[in-house]
């Protein structure tokens, strides 16, 4: 089992839908949590920090975090194409960071 | 512009050939990481810095070492390249700041090993 799973995806909305992507993860010692955008070919992007229980919202992104369950979704509101892209939960134990295989995002007009 | 400068962008190597990856970052950032990516994969971490005069080894350090050189830099040896070692390399450097965390990647280096 890999210490971060994500849903492999493809996963397809269309546009002005709210995709929803999920990552669990198996390191109980695990503090933070990131989302990270990444368009073919190009670098990832951070886009998401979240180290504490709940929500987080930042524009049209939130990201959930529940330690309990040891479980991390993103979550975007009103999709545009351009957030067709990759998408990599990655957790973090001080420092040593570890990233699922991502779930590619399809947003269509 | 501010961020992460990786030297090259690509490389091709024969098995046996040595190389370093250089990379700087000008955010003034403590930590630092050296990441590869293989195709339809996450990021996978070599080796990580967590401050200057500090390394250490990630998930996949076996026939990789690093420098940090000061603050601003962090390099990648591969001393004897081997086939399996072909990915695409990043690295990128982070900071906490005040609840939040920044974190920038540079544009990755494309190494092929013949």
């Known amino acids: 089992q890999k210490e971060v799973e994500q849903n492999s995806g493809p996963l397809s909305v269309p546009e002005g839908a709210i995709a929803s992507l999920n990552c669990t993860y198996s390191?109980?010692?695990?503090?933070?949590f990131f989302w990270y955008r990444q368009y073919s070919g190009k670098s990832p992007e951070l886009i998401m920090f979240?180290?504490?229980?709940g929500d987080k919202e930042d524009g049209r992104f939130t990201a959930q975090l529940n330690k309990a369950s040891q479980y991390v979704s993103l979550l975007i509101r009103d999709s545009q194409p351009s957030d067709s892209a990759t998408y990599l939960c990655a957790s973090d134990n001080a420092g040593k960071s570890t990233f699922g295989d991502g779930t590619t995002l399809t947003v269509k007009p | 512009n501010a961020g992460v400068t990786q030297t090259p962008k690509f490389q091709v190597l024969k098995t046996g050939q040595s190389m370093t990856l250089q990379c700087a970052q000008d955010m003034n950032h403590n930590s630092m990481y050296w990441y590869r990516q293989d195709p339809g994969m996450g990021l996978r971490l070599i080796y990580y810095?967590?401050?200057?005069?500090?390394?250490d080894k990630g998930e996949v350090p076996n026939g990789y070492n690093v420098s940090r050189l000061n603050k601003r830099e962090f390099s990648l040896r591969l001393e004897s390249a081997a086939p399996s070692q072909t990915s695409v390399y990043f690295c990128?450097?982070?900071?906490?700041?005040?609840?939040?965390?920044?974190?920038?990647f540079g544009q990755g280096t494309r190494l092929t090993v013949v």
């Open positions: 810095s967590a401050s200057e005069g500090t390394t």
């Open positions: 390191d109980r010692g695990s503090q933070s």
């Open positions: 979240i180290y504490s229980n």
């Open positions: 990128a450097s982070s900071e906490r700041r005040a609840g939040s965390t920044e974190a920038f």
